[in-house]
Structure formats: C-alpha cells, structure tokens
C-alpha cells in the first residue's frame, strides 16, 4: 500500500466516519448470523470473540451499542472486502442458489405483510420451523422503530433461509 505523501492524500474526516460506521453496520449484520453461520465465514479470531461477546451482553445501559462499536473497530483491522464477499457468498451461495433466495425473499415478504397466515402458511410446507419464534420475529418487525426494521427483517430473512436450504 502506498504511503500517503501530503495531507491532501489522507480521506478526509467524514470520509473515515463513513466506513467506521460502514464496517460498524456490517458487524451489526455478521451479529445477527447463528455460530453456524459466522464459521462458515471464516472470520479472524478477534472478530469472532468480539462477536460472542456481543450475544453475551444485556441489553442494559447501551452495552450492545459499545460493543457493535467495538466490533466496528475490530473491523477495521481486517479485510473488510474479503468479509464483506464472503457474506454475499453465503447469501447468495452459488449461482443455482439465486432461486433460493428469491423463494426466502417472497415468505419475507408474505410473512411481513401478512403475518399470521403467512407463517401458518409457512409452517405447513416447512414443518420443522419454529411457530413461536416465527411469530415473535413478527412482531419485533411490526414494533420496531423505521429505523430498525431492516435489522428485524433481516433476522427474518437468516432464519427462513436457514430453514429453506435444511429442508
């Protein structure tokens, strides 16, 4: 990597804000994966230590919040684009996997918009999912503040996607 050479080579201020908050996001995204999944990814140690602790910590006194800061900056020491290709990897799986995540995305859809029929729905071709949990990440989504929404729909979308390529 070249070293800058003036001051105007540096990113600017906000620039660095913005992938600090970047990887941040992403860390928030590698924390709602299952141990499964993030073993899969093949993620540093420290990234993965950062993250166990993050599922260890109440939600009291805004602990989860420091720690996605902390899993953002232990972030910044990896290689964030070799992580970032893994993800998409593992969502997308290879190219006759695209299918799959069109079927994972349209139960998102019914589920979200239509709730209870939609999982009973769902429950009947895919029997081993979890009626309570499904309904509970229901209802996460429906009280979540705009803001958080893409973060439940999110969870939603691992754990339908989990079930969809077991079955």
């Known amino acids: 990597m070249k070293e800058p050479e003036t001051e105007q080579d540096l990113p600017s201020k906000t620039q660095r804000k913005r992938e600090a908050v970047a990887l941040q996001e992403m860390g928030e995204q590698l924390a709602a994966y299952t141990d499964q999944q993030l073993q899969k990814l093949d993620l540093p140690e420290a990234l993965l230590n950062a993250i166990e602790e993050y599922h260890r910590l109440p939600n009291s006194h805004g602990a989860k919040r420091r720690q996605l800061q902390f899993i953002g900056r232990v972030m910044r020491d990896c290689d964030a684009t070799v992580i970032e290709a893994a993800i998409v990897q593992m969502e997308n799986g290879p190219s006759g ?29 895919y029997s081993e999912a979890n009626r309570q949990y499904l309904r509970q990440l229901h209802r996460n989504i429906d009280k979540a503040p705009d803001a958080k929404k893409a973060s439940q729909l999110n969870k939603l979308r691992l754990y339908l996607s989990e079930i969809l390529h077991t079955s």
């Open 97 to 125: 996997k695209k299918e799959s995540r069109n079927i994972t995305e349209d139960w998102v859809n019914k589920i979200h918009e239509a709730g209870t029929p939609a999982i009973e729905e769902f429950l009947k071709e």
